[in-house]
Nanobody, 120 residues
Framework: VQLQASGGGLVQPGGSLRLACAASGFALDYYAIGWFRQAPGKAREGVSC????????RYADSVKGRFTISRDNAKDTVYLQMNSLEPEDTATYYC??????????????WGQGTQVTVSS
């Protein structure tokens, strides 16, 4: 099982980024994929998750209305579209696969992180 996160970068406040999480070694349509983030000195927090079976989604309150999670099962990839980015969104973003939800303990396999920096 491998997860490869990509798409991070430096963006100005109000800007957008799209993160991608490419999965290999397992069937994406049988697991949930979650996006998490961790800022320096802070605990890892759940951002969003999607059930790759029925497409149901969840979002942290801090990103509702700004972030959108989606999946492409044919490409074994889950995306996180991030709009209206704020400096508080600066963190290393991780994707993971597991049973679902926004708690890190519900996920078993993790990809490497991709850095998102929101700064002017």
């Amino acid at each position: 099982v491998q997860l490869q996160a990509s798409g991070g970068g430096l963006v100005q406040p109000g800007g957008s980024l799209r993160l991608a999480c490419a999965a290999s070694g397992f069937a994406l349509d049988y697991y949930a994929i979650g996006w998490f983030r961790q800022a320096p000195g802070k605990a890892r927090e759940g951002v969003s998750c999607i059930s790759t079976r029925d497409g149901s989604t969840r979002y942290a309150d801090s990103v509702k209305g700004r972030f959108t999670i989606s999946r492409d099962n044919a490409k074994d990839t889950v995306y996180l579209q991030m709009n209206s980015l704020e400096p508080e969104d600066t963190a290393t973003y991780y994707c993971a696969t597991g049973i679902g939800g926004l708690r890190p303990g519900e996920y078993e396999y993790w990809g490497q992180g991709t850095q998102v920096t929101v700064s002017s």
